[in-house]
Nanobody
Framework: QVHLVESGGRVVQTGDSLRLSCAVS????????TAWFRQAPGNEREFLAA????????SSPNSIFGRFTISRDYARKTVFLYMKNLEPEDTAVYYC???????????????WGQGTQVTVSS
């Protein structure tokens, strides 16, 4: 059974940096793309970045926002999202997703984690 477990979300202040982690397990071989999305209250789920699991090649640009960077540790089976210069508008639930297509569309991803809350205070 596929498991995606996000962690690292917490309350931070404007200008802070934060790294989110997504532990990945039991991915089918065809599911070789992992991505980060976020969703703020009242908003649609928003694509942030994706990375190809096997060779670690990220989407281009690396993320929708230049302040965010996606990476992965193959041995630890973990995908990271590093965020810097956080702003109150970055407050959202951050989700990890896995699929077989390099895409920004949430509907194309087959597996999702439960999400981790990031709150940026002003």
């Amino acid at each position: 059974q596929v498991h995606l477990v996000e962690s690292g979300g917490r309350v931070v202040q404007t200008g802070d940096s934060l790294r989110l982690s997504c532990a990945v397990s039991e991915l089918p071989r065809s599911t070789n793309v992992t991505a980060w999305f976020r969703q703020a209250p009242g908003n649609e789920r928003e694509f942030l970045a994706a990375i190809r699991w096997g060779d670690g090649i990220p989407s281009s640009p690396n993320s929708i926002f230049g302040r965010f960077t996606i990476s992965r540790d193959y041995a630890r089976k973990t995908v990271f999202l590093y965020m810097k210069n956080l702003e109150p508008e970055d407050t959202a639930v951050y989700y990890c997703a896995a699929g077989s297509v390099f895409t920004r569309f949430a509907s194309e991803y087959d597996y999702w984690g439960q999400g981790t809350q990031v709150t940026v205070s002003s």
